[in-house]
């Protein structure tokens, strides 16, 4: 055999060691997923719901991510049913997908994502379903750093088709900070989430839920850079 196809065969064998050892690893980290208990959220209080979801936001900024029901257990646990123990209003930024930032998994967050989390009249039709029919205790709008729909409604941009509606949304949430000092952006983030939280207190099925106590509504602030969320309401 040549020196050359000697190097390409151990290179080989290297590379498909490498590749059997991520695959263990994967393979590991399921197995681990597997046996992390599932809670329901008919026993989980909106505080206890919250809290759940905090402390896996804090394993994602650690880096010490537990990848709870991602397992084939977890798949056939929720083919039949949903019961998510939080809701989420997002933005559909590619940067923020809630089930990795909360380190959550397969039926356990109700994901609700639109540019600029905004609360449009079919996103709060979402969200009353998740809340009274699948008894999701835990409401969160989560704004997050350098919105692009947000920067647009502050520098009141001209946009090309339907782009402009997400702005026209945010547009209130804008001018109840223009003349606070500090980032105009980062103010109006915050701004939009509160915004968009009274909109959604409007909702009389959303009301009840939170006045009988099954109801927690949260806001909060994605950190691009960090990865953490920190409440703003």
Aim: hydrophobic share 45%; glycine share 6%.
């Amino acid at each position: 055999m040549e020196r050359r196809d000697f190097l390409k065969l151990g290179m080989t064998g290297a590379f498909g060691m490498m590749l059997s050892a991520s695959d263990l690893f994967w393979r590991v980290e399921q197995a681990k997923a597997a046996e992390i208990p599932s809670t329901s959220p008919e026993s989980l209080s909106p505080d206890a719901a919250l809290q759940k979801l905090m402390e896996g936001n804090q394993r994602f900024v650690a880096h010490q991510p537990q990848y709870p029901d991602q397992s084939a257990l977890r798949l056939q646990e929720v083919a039949q049913a949903q019961h998510p123990f939080a809701t989420i209003l997002s933005c559909a930024d590619s940067r923020v997908p809630a089930e990795i930032v909360f380190d959550q998994g397969i039926g356990d967050i109700f994901d609700v994502r639109i540019a600029g989390n905004i609360a449009t009249p079919e996103a709060i039709g979402s969200i009353e379903y998740a809340v009274v029919l699948l008894a999701s205790p835990l409401l969160m709008v989560m704004g997050h750093e350098r919105c692009g729909a947000v920067t647009a409604a502050v520098q009141n941009e001209s946009l090309l088709g339907d782009i402009s509606t997400f702005v026209k949304a945010i547009k209130p949430a804008v001018e109840k900070v223009k003349s606070q000092p500090g980032d105009a952006v980062e103010n109006a983030v915050v701004a939009n989430v509160q915004h968009q939280i009274e909109r959604l207190k409007r909702s009389q099925l959303l009301t009840e839920q939170v006045r009988s106590g099954k109801l927690k509504i949260v806001g909060g602030r994605y950190d691009l850079d960090t990865g953490k969320v920190t409440i703003i309401t």
